[in-house]
């Protein structure tokens, strides 16, 4: 059976370079593009079209995304390709379906960056939240530019097409990590850190409100160590309730306290005008339930990590940690090293300063750098019979930089790589 891969993007943003060359690698990789520039159908209902075009002319989907949300459905809350994706998941099965993300160290992901210019926070963060849902929702592979997407595309598809020609698959079906799996990789040092001053904050009796500090170079994971913690939060709490997320956006200079309420009051069903009123809406939430505050690029904040703890952190806990019934945790990760600036806002909770603590001062966990070769070998170890000379592999390959063995380990390509080699193993011995 042929690959008839079903191609979503943005317009906007993608159209004059990354959907075009998308458009090639499909083909140029053996496969069919089923795609509106070929469609010839009557006017209707343009979902129901996407739909009926996955449904019974689809047998994959590459799905295009960066930062732009795009168009919403006219009288629905959600954009056309987020609802392509959806109806993508609901008939195509998940190891058919690819997306491909812009690499975030790129140069050529600040280019897109800037065409998402001029969309409003409320739109920047649901672009943020639908990418997050895409990464759980399939195949996410990285690229560096438009023709890094068009090989990449290409090389998914020849994957695809090769495999649809076997009559009995010589690589037995691989189980590929999920995203949470992924990002149990290593920094044990953070976990064991969080988990200890929660457990200090919690025996002293000042309440469950925390704030925590990710930092690091661009690129080392601090998105990925936050999806572990917000897990072992929800360890800790018997039970995560809600996640609220927000990114800091370059675009809201001199606006960033209103811009970055807006944002966060939208998992409230609210548009706080102030601190006090989302304080106020955040409270009542906190009497039954617990919440996450995951927010990004805190270095973007107007006045850095020193102006988003004076601004926004500590006055917010000071509002909410006397009153709340429920764990209120605020994760803010910052491409950067924590400055001198910081050093009345931010500190290490150690024994000593414990005792002295309060809910507004934001804690710094241990800086996340490269990966080793004992973080690979330890995460590799019962997914494979050859850990050492995978992860051995591996640090060759990418150094240990974070953001290329993430984007490794969510290749099929690397497992089906890998699966090959452990049945060449078996099955030739003598070579090895």
């Known amino acids: 059976m042929s690959v008839r891969a079903f191609l979503s993007s943005t317009s906007e943003d993608l159209d004059s370079d990354c959907r075009p060359l998308a458009l090639d690698g499909i083909k140029d990789g053996g496969g069919h593009p089923v795609a509106m520039e070929t469609w010839v159908t009557p006017y209707g209902d343009p979902i129901e079209v996407c739909r009926?075009?996955?449904?019974n002319e689809s047998n994959h989907y590459v799905?295009?995304?960066?930062h732009r949300y795009g168009s919403r459905i006219p009288n629905e809350t959600v954009s056309f390709t987020q609802a392509e994706f959806t109806c993508a998941r609901e008939v195509i099965p998940k190891k058919k379906i690819g997306a491909f993300l812009p690499s975030p160290g790129s140069s050529f992901n600040v280019t897109l960056r800037e065409r998402a210019r001029g969309q409003s926070p409320e739109e920047q963060q649901a672009q943020l939240d639908f990418i997050e849902a895409v990464k759980a929702g399939g195949t996410t592979t990285l690229f560096d530019s438009a023709s890094d997407l068009y090989q990449r595309v290409k090389s998914m598809v020849e994957q695809w097409h090769q495999g649809s020609l076997r009559e009995t698959p010589t690589v037995p079906d691989i189980e590929q990590p999920t995203e949470a799996e992924i990002c149990e990789l290593g920094r044990e040092d953070q976990v064991a850190e969080f988990r200890e001053s929660y457990a200090k904050i919690l025996s002293r009796g000042v309440g469950k409100t925390a704030g925590f500090v990710i930092h690091g170079r661009s690129g080392y994971g601090q998105p990925e160590l936050a999806a572990r913690l917000r897990t072992v939060f929800g360890e800790v709490c018997h039970g995560l309730d809600v996640e609220h997320r927000a990114?800091?956006?370059?675009?809201?200079?001199?606006?960033?306290?209103?811009?970055l309420l807006s944002v966060l009051g939208r998992h409230l069903g609210t548009s706080p005008r102030s601190l006090n009123e989302y304080a106020e809406s955040l409270l009542s939430f906190l009497q039954t339930g617990n919440v996450v505050l995951t927010i990004r690029d805190v270095q973007r904040f107007e006045g850095g990590m020193a102006g988003f703890a004076t601004q926004f952190w500590s006055p917010l806990s000071a509002l909410i940690a006397p009153h709340?019934?429920?764990?209120?945790i605020c994760?803010?990760?910052v491409d950067d090293v924590i400055s001198a600036?910081?050093?009345?806002?931010?500190?290490s909770l150690t024994r000593r300063s414990a005792p002295q603590w309060v809910p507004d001062r934001l804690i710094r966990l241990s800086r996340v750098e490269r990966f080793s070769k004992d973080d690979l070998v330890l995460w590799l170890a019962g997914r494979t019979a050859d850990a050492h000379d995978v992860a051995?592999?591996?640090?060759?390959?990418?150094?240990?930089?974070?953001?290329?063995?993430?984007?490794?380990l969510n290749?099929?390509?690397?497992?089906?790589?890998l699966k090959v080699m452990e049945t060449n193993a078996r099955t030739n011995p003598a070579t090895n």
Not at 63 to 66: D, K, L, R, S
């Open 52 to 55: 009926n075009k996955l449904k």
């Open 63 to 66: 799905g295009v995304f960066a």
């Open 247 to 259: 990114s800091v956006s370059p675009l809201w200079r001199g606006n960033g306290l209103s811009a």
């Open 324 to 328: 709340s019934r429920q764990a209120l």
């Open 331 to 333: 994760l803010a990760s």
């Open 341 to 347: 600036d910081d050093v009345n806002t931010v500190t």
């Open 392 to 408: 051995q592999t591996l640090m060759t390959e990418t150094r240990g930089e974070p953001r290329q063995i993430y984007s490794k």
């Open 411 to 417: 290749d099929p390509g690397f497992w089906v790589s």
